[in-house]
Protein backbone atom coordinates (compact mmCIF):
# COMPACT_ATOMS: atom_id res chain seq x y z
CA UNK A 1 0.00 0.00 0.00
CA UNK A 2 1.44 3.53 -0.76
CA UNK A 3 2.23 6.10 1.65
CA UNK A 4 -0.63 8.37 2.02
CA UNK A 5 0.95 12.38 1.18
CA UNK A 6 1.55 14.01 4.32
CA UNK A 7 1.68 10.75 6.30
CA UNK A 8 5.38 12.49 8.05
CA UNK A 9 6.00 9.45 9.92
CA UNK A 10 5.17 6.43 7.22
CA UNK A 11 7.59 8.65 4.49
CA UNK A 12 10.58 8.34 6.98
CA UNK A 13 9.99 4.95 7.78
CA UNK A 14 10.14 4.96 4.07
CA UNK A 15 13.71 6.66 3.03
CA UNK A 16 14.82 4.75 6.07
CA UNK A 17 13.50 1.08 4.68
CA UNK A 18 14.93 2.48 1.19
CA UNK A 19 18.60 3.57 2.73
CA UNK A 20 18.47 0.70 4.98
CA UNK A 21 18.27 -1.96 1.74
CA UNK A 22 21.05 -0.54 0.14
CA UNK A 23 23.52 -0.14 2.97
CA UNK A 24 23.04 -3.85 3.72
CA UNK A 25 23.79 -5.13 0.61
CA UNK A 26 26.29 -2.54 -0.58
CA UNK A 27 27.96 -0.93 2.31
CA UNK A 28 28.51 2.77 2.93
CA UNK A 29 29.54 3.96 -0.60
CA UNK A 30 26.18 3.37 -2.05
CA UNK A 31 23.54 5.09 0.93
CA UNK A 32 23.17 8.16 -2.08
CA UNK A 33 20.30 9.92 -1.80
CA UNK A 34 19.17 9.94 -5.25
CA UNK A 35 18.96 6.13 -5.22
CA UNK A 36 16.89 6.11 -1.64
CA UNK A 37 14.72 8.77 -2.80
CA UNK A 38 14.36 6.07 -5.94
CA UNK A 39 13.73 3.10 -3.19
CA UNK A 40 11.30 5.28 -1.46
CA UNK A 41 9.19 6.37 -3.88
CA UNK A 42 9.78 10.17 -3.79
CA UNK A 43 11.94 12.97 -4.96
CA UNK A 44 15.32 13.44 -3.82
CA UNK A 45 14.49 16.81 -2.43
CA UNK A 46 11.89 14.77 -0.51
CA UNK A 47 14.74 13.36 1.05
CA UNK A 48 16.37 16.11 1.76
CA UNK A 49 13.15 17.51 3.83
CA UNK A 50 13.97 15.25 6.46
CA UNK A 51 17.53 13.95 6.11
CA UNK A 52 19.77 17.22 5.26
CA UNK A 53 22.90 15.28 4.28
CA UNK A 54 23.96 11.33 3.84
CA UNK A 55 25.56 11.67 7.42
CA UNK A 56 22.31 12.34 9.07
CA UNK A 57 20.50 9.77 7.36
CA UNK A 58 23.26 7.31 7.81
CA UNK A 59 23.42 8.56 11.60
CA UNK A 60 19.66 7.96 11.51
CA UNK A 61 19.85 4.26 10.28
CA UNK A 62 22.69 3.72 12.80
CA UNK A 63 20.50 4.36 15.80
CA UNK A 64 17.37 2.35 14.20
CA UNK A 65 20.03 -1.08 13.75
CA UNK A 66 21.68 -0.13 17.71
CA UNK A 67 17.73 -0.47 18.60
CA UNK A 68 17.47 -3.50 17.13
CA UNK A 69 20.45 -5.25 18.54
CA UNK A 70 19.88 -3.72 21.71
CA UNK A 71 16.59 -5.74 21.31
CA UNK A 72 18.95 -8.71 21.28
CA UNK A 73 20.91 -8.54 23.97
CA UNK A 74 17.99 -7.22 26.45
CA UNK A 75 16.30 -10.97 25.26
CA UNK A 76 19.99 -12.39 25.97
CA UNK A 77 20.00 -10.79 29.19
CA UNK A 78 16.75 -12.58 30.00
CA UNK A 79 17.28 -15.54 28.61
CA UNK A 80 20.96 -16.52 29.14
CA UNK A 81 22.07 -18.42 32.33
CA UNK A 82 25.88 -16.78 32.41
CA UNK A 83 27.81 -14.07 30.81
CA UNK A 84 29.63 -16.56 28.04
CA UNK A 85 26.28 -18.27 26.72
CA UNK A 86 24.77 -14.41 26.24
CA UNK A 87 28.47 -12.87 24.41
CA UNK A 88 27.75 -15.90 21.85
CA UNK A 89 24.34 -15.17 21.80
CA UNK A 90 24.62 -11.54 20.57
CA UNK A 91 28.21 -11.88 18.81
CA UNK A 92 26.97 -11.79 15.17
CA UNK A 93 24.22 -9.19 15.54
CA UNK A 94 27.16 -7.21 16.86
CA UNK A 95 29.87 -8.18 14.27
CA UNK A 96 27.36 -7.24 11.80
CA UNK A 97 26.42 -4.09 13.62
CA UNK A 98 29.88 -3.13 13.67
CA UNK A 99 30.19 -3.83 10.00
CA UNK A 100 28.11 -1.58 8.81
CA UNK A 101 28.20 1.12 10.94
CA UNK A 102 30.77 1.43 13.71
CA UNK A 103 33.09 0.91 10.95
CA UNK A 104 31.71 3.87 9.05
CA UNK A 105 30.60 6.36 12.12
CA UNK A 106 32.15 7.45 16.01
CA UNK A 107 29.30 7.92 18.16
CA UNK A 108 31.50 10.45 20.07
CA UNK A 109 31.64 12.32 16.77
CA UNK A 110 28.05 12.20 16.53
CA UNK A 111 28.18 13.64 19.68
CA UNK A 112 29.95 16.82 19.27
CA UNK A 113 29.09 17.41 16.17
CA UNK A 114 25.57 19.06 14.96
CA UNK A 115 24.24 16.21 14.09
CA UNK A 116 23.46 15.56 18.30
CA UNK A 117 21.03 18.83 17.98
CA UNK A 118 18.57 16.76 16.03
CA UNK A 119 16.61 14.40 18.27
CA UNK A 120 15.52 12.05 15.29
CA UNK A 121 19.25 11.99 14.29
CA UNK A 122 22.24 12.13 16.35
CA UNK A 123 20.27 12.56 19.52
CA UNK A 124 18.54 8.94 19.12
CA UNK A 125 21.82 7.77 18.14
CA UNK A 126 23.55 8.44 21.61
CA UNK A 127 20.24 7.38 23.47
CA UNK A 128 20.21 4.37 21.56
CA UNK A 129 23.74 3.61 21.64
CA UNK A 130 23.80 4.51 25.78
CA UNK A 131 20.59 2.05 26.50
CA UNK A 132 23.39 -0.96 24.46
CA UNK A 133 25.81 0.13 27.22
CA UNK A 134 23.80 -0.05 30.16
CA UNK A 135 22.02 -3.88 28.96
CA UNK A 136 25.69 -4.52 28.72
CA UNK A 137 26.73 -3.18 32.42
CA UNK A 138 23.42 -5.29 33.47
CA UNK A 139 24.53 -8.25 32.05
CA UNK A 140 28.04 -7.82 33.52
CA UNK A 141 26.01 -7.19 36.99
CA UNK A 142 24.06 -10.34 36.94
CA UNK A 143 27.09 -12.76 35.75
CA UNK A 144 30.27 -12.02 37.33
CA UNK A 145 31.18 -12.68 40.73
CA UNK A 146 30.02 -9.47 43.63
CA UNK A 147 33.69 -8.40 43.89
CA UNK A 148 34.17 -7.61 40.23
CA UNK A 149 34.27 -3.56 39.67
CA UNK A 150 31.37 -3.91 37.14
CA UNK A 151 31.91 -0.41 35.60
CA UNK A 152 35.84 -1.62 34.61
CA UNK A 153 34.48 -5.11 33.50
CA UNK A 154 31.48 -3.25 31.38
CA UNK A 155 34.28 -1.26 29.81
CA UNK A 156 36.64 -4.09 29.26
CA UNK A 157 33.98 -6.19 27.54
CA UNK A 158 32.77 -3.14 25.39
CA UNK A 159 36.33 -2.74 24.53
CA UNK A 160 36.59 -6.69 23.76
CA UNK A 161 33.23 -7.24 21.77
CA UNK A 162 34.91 -3.92 19.30
CA UNK A 163 38.24 -5.43 18.87
CA UNK A 164 37.02 -8.99 18.14
CA UNK A 165 34.53 -7.12 15.43
CA UNK A 166 37.37 -5.29 14.00
CA UNK A 167 39.47 -8.69 13.52
CA UNK A 168 36.38 -10.50 11.98
CA UNK A 169 35.09 -7.82 9.21
CA UNK A 170 38.58 -6.80 8.39
CA UNK A 171 41.89 -8.16 6.58
CA UNK A 172 43.10 -9.58 9.96
CA UNK A 173 40.11 -12.04 9.94
CA UNK A 174 43.50 -13.94 7.83
CA UNK A 175 45.66 -14.00 11.18
CA UNK A 176 44.08 -16.73 12.51
CA UNK A 177 41.98 -19.71 11.99
CA UNK A 178 39.39 -19.16 14.87
CA UNK A 179 36.00 -18.54 14.57
CA UNK A 180 33.99 -15.86 16.31
CA UNK A 181 32.45 -18.66 18.73
CA UNK A 182 35.69 -20.16 19.61
CA UNK A 183 37.07 -16.76 20.20
CA UNK A 184 34.35 -15.28 22.14
CA UNK A 185 33.96 -17.38 24.31
CA UNK A 186 37.51 -18.14 24.69
CA UNK A 187 37.92 -13.89 26.07
CA UNK A 188 34.71 -14.53 27.99
CA UNK A 189 36.10 -17.47 29.78
CA UNK A 190 39.59 -15.62 30.11
CA UNK A 191 38.38 -12.07 31.14
CA UNK A 192 35.57 -13.51 34.01
CA UNK A 193 38.87 -15.49 35.18
CA UNK A 194 41.11 -12.48 35.55
CA UNK A 195 38.35 -10.44 36.70
CA UNK A 196 37.45 -12.23 39.56
CA UNK A 197 40.97 -12.37 40.66
CA UNK A 198 41.67 -8.49 40.68
CA UNK A 199 41.25 -6.46 44.13
CA UNK A 200 37.38 -5.65 44.79
CA UNK A 201 38.81 -2.27 45.91
CA UNK A 202 40.85 -1.14 43.26
CA UNK A 203 40.09 2.53 41.78
CA UNK A 204 37.99 2.70 39.31
CA UNK A 205 36.13 5.10 36.90
CA UNK A 206 32.74 5.29 35.89
CA UNK A 207 32.03 3.65 32.85
CA UNK A 208 30.01 5.99 30.19
CA UNK A 209 28.41 8.80 31.55
CA UNK A 210 27.94 9.26 27.79
CA UNK A 211 28.71 6.47 25.35
CA UNK A 212 31.82 6.12 22.88
CA UNK A 213 31.64 4.15 20.52
CA UNK A 214 29.83 1.04 18.51
Request: glycine share 6%.
Amino acid sequence: MATRWGDRDARRRDILAAGRELITRQGYSALQMRDVARGAGISPGTVYTYYPTKEALFAALYADRTDRFADTLEAALNTCSDLEELLVSIADDYVELYRIFGKNLDVVEVMSSPLRKDPEVGGRLVQSTGRAIALLRAAVEAHVPPEVNSDQAAALMWATMNGLAEQFTSSRRVMHANSLEDLVRFAARTLIGGLASTNKHAGSRTFLAEPTHM
